[in-house]
């Protein structure tokens, strides 16, 4: 069993769905709405958990109504919460729009996410102690660098999500083994992606490609129909992160499998699939007789 160690954001998602999503400027009428658990962090986390990884989160909440909630998703996932600490004000929360194809646009407030701008003992004890630091970019980047410079003079592996997407600097990408980008985030980061051994790159429903010292694979993703697109990143590279160690190929079929399931089931959190859902799609299927 793999163990992880998540460094990252934990977020109330406020979910609304539309037939299609507004223009700017113009107000649509909404089909429903709901309030789902979420953040790229605690996604991945309870992704991985499911996966069948043991996890360990560090993050923050708020002191509102929204925190004790945030706490809870992650320990009935079985996610360690020890190192998940409280902040003064806001929890973090997401709004997020689903049109009637699955597809989603969000915008995210940090909240209690913007104050983990350091790392204390116990959390680069922990860090040291995993065989792997999961990390994405909405937290505070120095906090992101702390943990994977630590991670790597410990012998750690660092996976990095580098979303939302935005220019880093070299001295974090030099501490990054493996990025898991999508195909946008690929082509913005270009270059930057030089120094990272193995880079994971996601195609929505064609699968993802790996690319490292081993050479190259590629999964052409599983066949679904897709109510809601969101979170079906973080339950690939949860997922993925969860499996590595079983060599990318094996992870790739994994992640793959984990993200597309993730897209039948609306909400992000809620949508992540667990270990036996993800064994049974992975399965070959007895043919009709």
Same mark, same amino acid.
């Given at each position: 069993?793999?163990?992880?160690?998540?460094?990252?954001?934990?977020?109330?998602?406020l979910v609304a769905t539309v037939g299609r999503r507004p223009e700017p400027g113009e107000t649509v009428l909404g089909e429903g709405f709901r309030m789902v658990p979420g953040g790229k962090g605690a996604n991945q986390a309870i992704a991985a958990r499911r996966a069948g990884?043991?996890?360990?989160?560090?993050?923050?909440?708020?002191?509102?109504?929204?925190? %004790?909630?945030?706490?809870?998703?992650? $320990?009935?996932?079985?996610?360690? #919460?020890?190192?998940?600490?409280?902040?003064a004000g806001p929890s973090g929360?997401?709004?997020?729009?689903?049109?009637?194809?699955?597809?989603?646009?969000?915008?995210?407030? %940090?909240?209690?996410?913007? #104050?983990?701008? $350091?790392l204390g003992p116990d959390d680069l004890a922990a860090i040291a102690e995993a065989d792997m630091v999961l990390c994405q970019l909405e937290i505070p980047v120095? #906090?992101?660098? $702390?943990?994977?410079r630590h991670a790597r003079a410990s012998g750690t592996l660092v996976l990095l999500n580098?979303?939302?997407?935005?220019?880093?600097?070299?001295?974090?990408?030099?501490?990054?083994?493996? $990025?898991?980008?999508?195909?946008?985030?690929?082509?913005?980061?270009?270059?930057?992606?030089?120094?990272?051994?193995d880079v994971v790159v996601t195609r929505g429903a064609h699968g993802a490609v790996h690319r490292g010292p081993g050479g190259e694979h590629h999964h052409p993703g599983v066949a679904v129909r897709a109510v809601d697109t #969101?979170?079906? %990143?973080d339950a690939f590279t949860g997922a993925l992160a969860a499996h590595w160690q079983e060599g990318p190929a094996t992870?790739?079929?994994w992640a793959c499998t984990a993200g597309a399931l993730a897209t039948t089931k609306p909400g992000a959190g809620a949508s992540i699939p667990d270990r036996a859902a993800i064994e049974a799609a992975m399965s070959p299927q007895p043919s009709s007789p």
């Open positions: 069993m793999a163990r992880i160690v998540v460094v990252g954001s934990i977020n109330m998602d990884a043991e996890v360990e989160f560090v993050g923050a909440v708020g002191d509102d109504l929204f925190a %004790g909630e945030l706490r809870t998703v992650l $320990a009935d996932a079985g996610v360690r #919460t020890r190192r998940l600490r409280s902040a929360v997401a709004s997020i729009v689903v049109d009637s194809t699955g597809e989603n646009s969000i915008i995210v407030a %940090g909240g209690a996410n913007t #104050t983990v701008t $350091a120095p #906090t992101v660098l $702390a943990a994977a580098p979303s939302p997407v935005q220019q880093l600097s070299r001295e974090l990408w030099d501490v990054v083994d493996i $990025a898991v980008v999508n195909e946008g985030e690929y082509e913005h980061l270009g270059p930057a992606l030089a120094p990272v051994a #969101t979170g079906a %990143g992870a790739l079929a």
